[in-house]
């Protein structure tokens, strides 16, 4: 018994490191604040989180021990979650003040459970009114 214990606890602090960058992960650099959009080249906010924090956007493991299946971060716009990472692709990288990257528990006690992946928060500049180009995309 205390073998099978050992072996859950090595898989699941190997599972926990699989998607983490260099350097000490996603959780360690910050949000992205307005200035640092605005020194790339990025049209949307996929491009600007490609850019400037790479590691947000690859899956943080397993979802769970019965669930092989990657996690990856669900994307919040001004705290109302609008779907997967593809979605960041339709919020133009002029309309967003600030992107932030919840881990898990943080992203639980916030939001509720199931955010295995942890959340990618999206702070518009109008502050919840969808900017040029997402229509109705975000209010589903």
């Known amino acids: 018994m205390l073998r099978g214990v050992l072996v ?8 926990s490191c699989a998607g983490r960058q260099a350097g ?4 360690r650099t910050g949000p992205i ?13 996929f491009d600007v989180v490609r ?6 956007l690859v899956s943080r493991g397993p979802t769970s021990l019965s669930d092989p299946s990657p996690a990856y971060p669900t994307v ?5 979650e609008v779907g997967e990472l593809d979605f960041l692709r339709s919020i133009a990288a002029s309309d967003v003040a600030e992107i932030e990257f919840l881990g898990t528990q943080e992203s639980n006690l916030r939001y509720g459970s199931g955010h295995f992946g942890g959340i990618i928060l999206v702070t518009t500049r109008r ?4 900017g040029p180009g997402l229509g109705a995309a975000c209010c589903r």
Not at 33 to 45: G, H, P, R, W, Y
Not at 76 to 80: L, R, S, T
Not at 127 to 130: A, D, L, S, Y
Request: hydrophobic share 35%.
């Open 76 to 80: 919040y716009m001004d705290g109302v």
């Open 8 to 15: 859950c606890v090595v898989l699941g602090s190997l599972c």
């Open 51 to 56: 850019q400037l924090r790479r590691g947000w």
């Open 127 to 130: 502050g919840g009114t969808p």
């Open 33 to 45: 604040q307005a200035e640092d959009i605005a020194s790339v080249s990025a049209t949307n906010a």
């Open 24 to 27: 000490g992960g996603p959780s």
